[in-house]
């Protein structure tokens, strides 16, 4: 089975501190994204990394960056936090399509991040 | 641009059917899912269905594509308790999600299963 695995369940950081949200699957895969789910707009894709070093925005990339030095692990980084970005983030990884087209992505169990 | 919508809130019997209606935009999507996302966890693939099938059937699981009206439907038989949560659509947009396999999400839909 897949996992993906995120460092913390719950996180509460004050205003203006620079945060890390931790993810790391286990099952060789190539892609890897981060969302945040908010209650009424579903799930947004904050940025996504195709393989390692490579990233690319996704919708809501304002006041975030992303790191993957290593093809497992591909953290969040919130540079100076705001209370806007209390939400759930949510980490998902899958396999590049390849010759099998359908890769679906495997899921965290997500990150309850509170900005005070 | 890529949409994907649901209806927010659904309310069940136990026992009786559920079903769950999502629309999308991107007439290209090779591949539409489901997930299932129950209090406090992440989202977990229910299943999914290829662009060139009308129906597709897991178990009390069925699910639904018109492709003409871009409109997937998921219908959960003999609905359980156990089935409350919140349950999104998705669609791979592209041929086959492209490179990066990147899905389009609905804005979920929460089942509230009453016994």
């Known amino acids: 089975d897949v996992k993906v695995t995120q460092s913390s369940r719950y996180l509460v950081k004050r205003t203006g501190e620079k945060v890390f949200l931790e993810c790391v699957q286990d099952?060789?895969?190539?892609?890897m994204f981060w969302y945040r789910q908010d209650p009424g707009l579903g799930l947004r894709l904050i940025y996504f990394s195709y393989d390692v070093k490579m990233k690319e925005k996704g919708d809501i990339p304002e006041g975030y960056s992303v790191s993957r030095e290593k093809k497992e692990r591909f953290s969040l980084i919130l540079e100076s936090a705001s209370t806007n970005q209390t939400s759930m983030y949510l980490c998902?990884?899958?396999?590049?399509?390849?010759?099998?087209?359908?890769?679906?992505?495997?899921f965290g169990d997500g990150t309850r991040l509170s900005i005070l | 641009g890529e949409d994907v919508e649901q209806s927010l809130f659904l309310s069940v019997r136990e026992g009786d059917s559920s079903v769950i209606n999502c629309t999308y935009t991107d007439s290209s999507s090779t591949y539409l899912y489901w997930y299932k996302q129950e209090p406090g966890a992440g989202l977990q693939l229910l299943t999914y269905?290829?662009?060139?099938?009308d129906m597709k059937q897991d178990q009390r699981l069925t699910v639904l594509l018109n492709k003409k009206d871009k409109h997937l439907s998921l219908r959960i038989a003999d609905t359980q308790t156990g089935d409350s949560a919140i349950y999104f659509c998705?669609?791979?947009?592209?041929?086959?999600?492209?490179?990066?396999?990147?899905?389009?999400f609905g804005t979920g839909t929460l089942l509230a299963v009453q016994p």
């Open positions: 998705a669609e791979s947009p592209g041929p086959y999600g492209g490179a990066t396999n990147k899905l389009i």
């Open positions: 099952m060789d895969h190539e892609n």
């Open positions: 269905i290829f662009s060139n099938m």
């Open positions: 998902a990884s899958s396999l590049a399509p390849g010759t099998v087209f359908n890769q679906p992505q495997h």
